[in-house]
């Protein structure tokens, strides 16, 4: 069997939802790991991941809690990517989406599986207990996905007006394929959505329990990660990793202390862009595939969309995508159980 190259995609916050209660149990193949994560917890006073991912009802207040959601969404990521078959798959590079950068350290080797852990139940605790602004999710290009320059330009115009009128904070969160996810306070946050069309049925979308996220709304929060976590957590990767602004973390020549500076630094109070991240892993590794681990399946627009807008493989629009995928798959979401068979 000839193995194919693919970059895998690791998601972020909000894809833990009401169909994956259980996913974590199914799919976690190292029980004695996950132990050790849920004894971490409840050294901490926390409920167990195990006791998350078991609940008899999934709870909105409950399970999209930083500090739940961000570690039942690390352990799920690490699991899956640890089932990808290496007999069948080469995985050339990893990238993750905002939270998703925090478990393509561990996937990549920089973290160990428990240091991991350790920074993603942290920096997710510590956003619960500060909850600083939210985040409001709005798309720029149409339902057939074509590229849409100046709407897009529209709506960061719109975006740095509220931010410029007193008491209103906004900034953009994630270029996130097709969509912008933006960042502020309450007064910037309404101002954006009494200011732009409701469409599609669902947009703009206010992210529930999420806070300004990648603005420097959270500079309090990565300082308080900077003390509690230290460099000699991270080291060399074992695969390159592609961070929030399109940068390679090459193996071998990684500086850990630059490393952890950008980590809790950067990654936290500026912008993360995912749609740039895709682009350069396209273009620097050509995969024969991109694989998105679980949990969740909401991912694969966002990474579909970036593809489309980096033109790769000449695609313009959803029905190229829709084309490429039917024909050759390019894309496999693991919370999807057809796709993942393909790749574990």
């Known amino acids: 069997m000839t193995r194919k190259t693919a970059v895998v995609i690791c998601p972020g916050r909000g894809t833990y939802t009401k169909t994956e209660l259980g996913h974590l149990g199914q799919n976690f193949a190292d029980k004695a790991l996950l132990a050790a994560f849920d004894a971490t917890r409840t050294s901490l006073g926390q409920e167990t991941l195990s006791a998350l991912d078991g609940a008899p009802a999934y709870s909105v207040a409950k399970h999209t809690r930083g500090d739940n959601a961000s570690g039942l969404i690390y352990a799920c990521t690490l699991g899956d990517f640890r089932a990808i078959s290496r007999d069948r798959v080469d995985v050339v590079a990893v990238t993750g989406n905002s939270m998703g950068w925090y478990s393509t350290l561990a996937c990549g080797g920089a973290l160990t599986a428990e240091g991991g852990f350790e920074v993603v139940n942290t920096m997710g605790t510590l956003m619960q207990q500060s909850l600083i602004g939210g985040q409001v999710l ?71 329990n999420h806070a300004a996220f990648h603005s420097a709304l959270q500079a309090p929060v990565a300082a308080e990660g900077r003390a509690r976590l230290p460099a000699t957590l991270f080291g060399q990767p074992t695969i390159p990793m592609i961070d929030g602004r399109g940068s390679i973390w090459w193996p071998g020549a990684t500086d850990r202390h630059a490393l952890w500076d950008y980590t809790l630094g950067h990654q936290v109070t500026e912008p993360y862009d995912l749609t740039k991240a895709i682009r350069i892993a396209a273009r620097e590794f050509a995969p024969d595939m991109f694989i998105i681990t679980g949990p969740g399946t909401t991912l694969g627009g966002a990474v579909a969309q970036s593809l489309i807008l980096a033109n790769w493989r000449n695609m313009q629009s959803k029905t190229d995508f829709q084309s490429i995928q039917q024909s050759a798959p390019l894309l496999a979401s693991m919370g999807m159980s057809d796709q993942r068979a393909t790749v574990i």
């Open 138 to 208: 709005y798309p720029f290009v149409a339902e057939d996905w074509r590229n849409d320059p100046a709407q897009k330009a529209g709506l960061l115009a719109l975006m740095a007006d509220i931010a410029r009128r007193p008491g209103h904070q906004l900034s953009l969160s994630i270029d996130l394929g097709g969509m912008l996810v933006l960042a502020g306070n309450e007064e910037g946050l309404k101002a954006f959505e009494a200011s732009v069309p409701p469409i599609q049925g669902r947009f703009p979308m206010r992210l529930q």
